[in-house]
């Protein structure tokens, strides 16, 4: 786990390197894991089984966007891009939007709701036919698009402050503060619920994340404002190599100003995780997993996800 949270806020202000990926790993690998613990013992048995699998398969989106054509836009929402009053205003349905907008322009400013709800029709499917490896891998997917759907800046186009002369931000709010106090964190958040409308709750935790990100800009700017350039940053070793980073005074005094936002993200995200694995296995008859719980991957599936998994996780200014 070192190793990991040492992984996840590393980058280089006002360089090419940034981290602007979801949570960062530590983020995602710590979500995905906590969703396992609201499940009920119907489920639980088979998911604590699988845990290293969904925990270390929880950031593979992020390394598949410079490998699969489309898998960018599935990590955002750039709702600033359709005017001021697009959260209340924009179709909650694919096909609406498709009608409305056209699909190239939904495709380029990100579509992650819609593709939540389609990964929840994919998640159903997969209980249905009892597909232990296709259960495994679309619930550590969707584990991925719905923490990225509660991170406020996958909800604007100024998603890394580079508008606003805040560039950064992206990986300060998702992967330092996480890094420096999520073992504080609370993340046990009760047991799953069945979600009545899944489009709909993919929808409100846009909102959620959304709503939080004049919070998010403003503090930091204040911040900012209190800290000279040699306060607000610092250097930390991380392996062989010596990293600009934000300072630990200066993280804490935003993570004071955000006052416990970004734990309620993280929590929030938890919770719909677990809500969500549980519809789906719910809306598909509740089948009995016990029987799944040996997953037998074949020699070219393991080698595809080691594939995966070693892909270059180049970071770069994108969402």
């Given at each position: 786990?070192?190793?990991?949270?040492?992984?996840?806020?590393?980058?280089?202000?006002?360089?090419?390197?940034?981290?602007?990926?979801?949570?960062?790993?530590?983020?995602?690998?710590?979500?995905?894991?906590?969703?396992?613990?609201?499940?009920?013992?119907?489920?639980?048995?088979?998911?604590?089984?699988?845990?290293?699998?969904?925990?270390?398969?929880?950031?593979?989106?992020?390394?598949?966007?410079?490998?699969?054509?489309?898998?960018?836009?599935?990590?955002?929402?750039?709702?600033?891009?359709?005017?001021?009053?697009?959260?209340?205003?924009?179709?909650?349905?694919?096909?609406?939007?498709?009608?409305?907008?056209?699909?190239?322009?939904?495709?380029?400013?990100?579509?992650?709701?819609?593709?939540?709800?389609?990964?929840?029709?994919?998640?159903?499917?997969?209980?249905?036919?009892?597909?232990?490896?296709?259960?495994?891998?679309?619930?550590?997917d969707m584990g991925h698009y719905i923490a990225d759907a509660h991170v406020p800046l996958h909800t604007t186009h100024n998603y890394n402050g580079q508008l606003t002369g805040q560039r950064g931000i992206h990986g300060?709010?998702?992967?330092?503060?996480?890094?420096?106090?999520?073992?504080?964190?609370?993340?046990?958040?009760?047991?799953?619920?069945?979600?009545?409308?899944?489009?709909?709750?993919?929808?409100?935790?846009?909102?959620?994340?959304?709503?939080?990100?004049?919070?998010?800009?403003?503090?930091?700017?204040?911040?900012?404002?209190?800290?000279?350039?040699?306060?607000?940053?610092?250097?930390?070793?991380?392996?062989?190599?010596?990293?600009?980073?934000?300072?630990?005074?200066?993280?804490?005094?935003?993570?004071?100003?955000?006052?416990?936002?970004?734990?309620?993200?993280?929590?929030?995200?938890?919770?719909?995780?677990?809500?969500?694995?549980?519809?789906?296995?719910?809306?598909?008859?509740?089948?009995?997993?016990?029987?799944?719980?040996?997953?037998?991957?074949?020699?070219?599936?393991?080698?595809?996800?080691?594939?995966?998994?070693?892909?270059?996780?180049?970071?770069?200014?994108?969402?």
């Amino acid at each position: 786990m070192k190793k990991y949270i040492a992984l996840c806020a590393i980058f280089l202000y006002g360089g090419c390197q940034v981290d602007v990926f979801g949570w960062g790993f530590y983020g995602h690998y710590m979500i995905n894991r906590m969703a396992i613990f609201s499940l009920p013992p119907e489920m639980f048995g088979f998911y604590k089984l699988h845990h290293q699998y969904l925990i270390e398969n929880s950031v593979n989106p992020d390394k598949r966007r410079y490998a699969v054509v489309g898998e960018a836009p599935r990590h955002f929402i750039d709702l600033d891009v359709y005017g001021d009053s697009a959260l209340y205003k924009m179709p909650r349905y694919w096909q609406q939007a498709i009608d409305k907008y056209g699909e190239d322009t939904l495709m380029a400013h990100g579509v992650v709701p819609w593709h939540i709800q389609l990964m929840k029709h994919q998640l159903t499917e997969a209980f249905n036919a009892k597909d232990t490896k296709k259960i495994l891998r679309l619930s550590a997917d969707m584990g991925h698009y719905i923490a990225d759907a509660h991170v406020p800046l996958h909800t604007t186009h100024n998603y890394n402050g580079q508008l606003t002369g805040q560039r950064g931000i992206h990986g300060l709010w998702e992967s330092r503060l996480p890094e420096l106090y999520a073992k504080n964190y609370n993340f046990f958040v009760g047991k799953a619920s069945y979600i009545n409308n899944t489009q709909e709750s993919a929808w409100k935790a846009v909102a959620s994340a959304h709503l939080a990100l004049d919070s998010v800009f403003t503090f930091e700017s204040d911040v900012s404002n209190r800290f000279p350039d040699d306060k607000k940053f610092s250097f930390e070793q991380r392996g062989a190599t010596i990293m600009k980073v934000y300072s630990e005074e200066f993280s804490q005094a935003y993570h004071q100003m955000l006052a416990g936002q970004v734990e309620r993200q993280m929590r929030a995200s938890v919770k719909m995780i677990a809500d969500m694995w549980y519809t789906c296995w719910v809306d598909a008859g509740q089948p009995n997993l016990d029987g799944l719980k040996n997953a037998s991957f074949t020699k070219k599936e393991l080698e595809l996800i080691e594939k995966e998994n070693t892909l270059p996780a180049e970071l770069e200014e994108h969402h």
